[in-house]
């Protein structure tokens, strides 16, 4: 059986579109309801959906007054703030388009992003300028007194022109820009019901920066979407989340996977409303699942995507185990240009005409969707069960060769994960002596810990091609600032000594 699933079409976008008229309708309906509350050096500043309304339209009025127009590619360079989002809405209300990106990056790094894209102007907060950009140069401070300005009239139009810009992570080479319609934010409507299980009553409060693409579609524009409340609580400290969680009475949580596993390492009093956890932008263990439902009677809702597509496959609050197609979406498996058999590993593909899939990578001026034969074939791999559930396998460079069978990483890890004491495994290859290569498992573990328990693991669970040789404890995996794994510099955690 084909390893294709198609829950397709979806409801279709609205002709006359916007994407910051469509994320702030709430504020024609419940204008007094608290649309943000945003920790800033530990104090809440609230702001309601009229505030908010108002805040980001009086900046649309000042940018085009500064000579901000349709098309105009504009750079934020903006920290943690409310300043972020109302930026970001009030660019996409004049239909230009706003490209976030990390305060964590040098100038070095920013300017290669430029060298992409070439923007008209910035955007940055006071501290974050950039030296030798030639272009027009907007700070907070000036966009704050923009906010009391007549608010300027969102632009409609067609669903599909350009609406933002976002970066890849990098963590496979060089970042890429990836050019989003306006449509993109109505194509997340299909996580609503696929993976939050959203409703305008919920506290949706998110752990990330608000330039990562998770923080601004889940943690923002989603809730803000339907007429929930958004709370960023601006720390990962786990202390402090619990905390907030607590006070804000946050109904959903969200964060990496690496956030969940700090807070299980500190003791907290139930968040009293909480219904359930989000994870994305790295593998959930299993073992972190587990015990977060053990400790908080409430599921963790896992799903993967990627900066092109956001997310399409997720698992829910009733069926938090496994990851399924979001309704709406038609997903296949691929070996090479021929679908793959259902239970084969091959490449996750999304189809072209998928709402939620980016305009294009933007290259040399151009604009460039790479499809075969009218699919997106992700970096990613994985497999399709018989109920039409998803598993993932790894990106298609950590597919690993032994004694010539490709074995996926990610098999290996949620085996080895289900080890008592075992907190984080990464799997991969390892060279033991030129052009030896052998299968090697670092693993981040309790204190006593004796790794025979892992041997006894994989020899009883995987086959012996599929069992790590080398086993080997590190205090730490490394990871990129949004916590994913950096497998490609796993194999320089290997101490042939030990």
């Known amino acids: 059986m084909d390893a294709l699933f198609d829950l397709s079409p979806a409801p279709p976008c609205p002709q006359n579109f916007n994407l910051a008229a469509y994320v702030l309708a709430a504020a024609n309906n419940t204008p007094g309801k608290v649309a943000l509350t945003v920790y800033e050096a530990g104090v809440a500043r609230k702001y309601s959906y009229a505030q908010l309304a108002r805040a980001v339209f009086g900046v649309a009025t000042g940018l085009r007054r500064a000579g901000i127009a349709a098309g105009d590619r504009v750079l934020?360079?903006?920290?943690?703030?409310?300043?972020?989002?109302?930026?970001?809405?009030?660019?996409?209300?004049?239909?230009?388009?706003?490209?976030?990106?990390?305060?964590?990056l040098t100038d070095r790094e920013v300017q290669v992003l430029l060298g992409k894209?070439?923007?008209?102007?910035?955007?940055?907060?006071?501290?974050?300028?950039?030296?030798?950009?030639?272009?027009?140069?907007?700070?907070?401070?000036?966009?704050?007194?923009?906010?009391?300005?007549?608010?300027?009239?969102?632009?409609l139009g067609d669903p599909n022109r350009p609406g933002y810009i976002i970066f890849t992570s990098g963590t496979s080479g060089q970042p890429r820009a990836v050019l989003h319609a306006h449509r993109a934010v109505w194509a997340r409507r299909m996580m609503w019901t696929g993976w939050y299980e959203l409703t305008p009553q919920d506290v949706m409060m998110h752990a990330g920066a608000f330039n990562w693409t998770y923080t601004l579609g889940t943690g923002l524009m989603d809730p803000w979407a339907i007429g929930a409340s958004a709370v960023i609580p601006n720390t990962q400290e786990p202390a402090e989340l619990w905390q907030i969680m607590q006070a804000?009475?946050?109904?959903?949580?969200?964060?990496?996977?690496?956030?969940?596993?700090?807070?299980?390492?500190?003791?907290?009093?139930?968040?009293?409303?909480?219904?359930?956890?989000?994870?994305?932008?790295?593998?959930?263990?299993?073992?972190?699942?587990?015990?977060?439902?053990?400790?908080?009677?409430?599921?963790?809702?896992?799903?993967?995507?990627?900066?092109?597509?956001?997310?399409?496959?997720?698992?829910?609050?009733?069926?938090?185990?496994?990851?399924?197609?979001?309704?709406?979406?038609?997903?296949?498996?691929?070996?090479?240009d021929d679908l793959a058999e259902r239970g084969q590993i091959g490449t996750i593909s999304v189809d072209g005409r998928d709402p939620g899939l980016m305009l294009g990578y933007i290259e040399d001026a151009t604009i460039n969707l790479p499809l075969k034969n009218g699919w997106y074939h992700t970096a990613d791999q994985g497999q399709m069960y018989a109920d039409g559930r998803i598993g993932f396998a790894g990106r298609s460079g950590d597919i690993l060769n032994a004694g010539g069978y490709r074995v996926a990483p990610r098999e290996i890890e949620q085996v080895l994960e289900a080890c008592p004491g075992v907190q984080e495994v990464g799997v991969t290859e390892v060279e033991v002596r030129p052009d030896v290569f052998v299968i090697a498992a670092f693993v981040v573990v309790e204190d006593p810990f004796d790794l025979a328990q892992i041997d006894a693991l994989a020899a009883r669970d995987l086959a012996r091609y599929k069992q790590p040789r080398i086993v080997q404890k590190v205090p730490a995996l490394p990871r990129n600032p949004n916590g994913k794994l950096i497998r490609a510099a796993l194999p320089q955690l290997w101490n042939s000594e030990l």
Not at 76 to 104: E, H, K, Q, Y
Not at 134 to 151: I, K, R, S
């Open 76 to 104: 934020l360079r903006i920290g943690n703030t409310v300043d972020f989002p109302v930026c970001f809405l009030a660019l996409a209300a004049l239909d230009a388009v706003a490209m976030p990106c990390s305060i964590a």
């Open 117 to 155: 894209t070439q923007p008209k102007a910035m955007i940055c907060d006071p501290s974050h300028g950039l030296a030798g950009f030639d272009g027009l140069t907007l700070q907070t401070p000036q966009l704050q007194a923009f906010q009391n300005l007549p608010p300027a009239r969102p632009i």
């Open 248 to 336: 804000e009475e946050a109904t959903i949580f969200a964060a990496a996977p690496g956030i969940y596993r700090r807070l299980l390492q500190q003791s907290f009093v139930q968040p009293p409303l909480l219904r359930h956890g989000l994870s994305a932008g790295d593998v959930l263990p299993r073992s972190v699942r587990q015990s977060w439902q053990d400790r908080t009677q409430t599921p963790i809702c896992e799903a993967f995507g990627m900066t092109e597509c956001s997310t399409f496959l997720s698992a829910t609050p009733s069926a938090p185990e496994h990851l399924a197609v979001q309704p709406g979406r038609k997903i296949a498996i691929f070996d090479g």
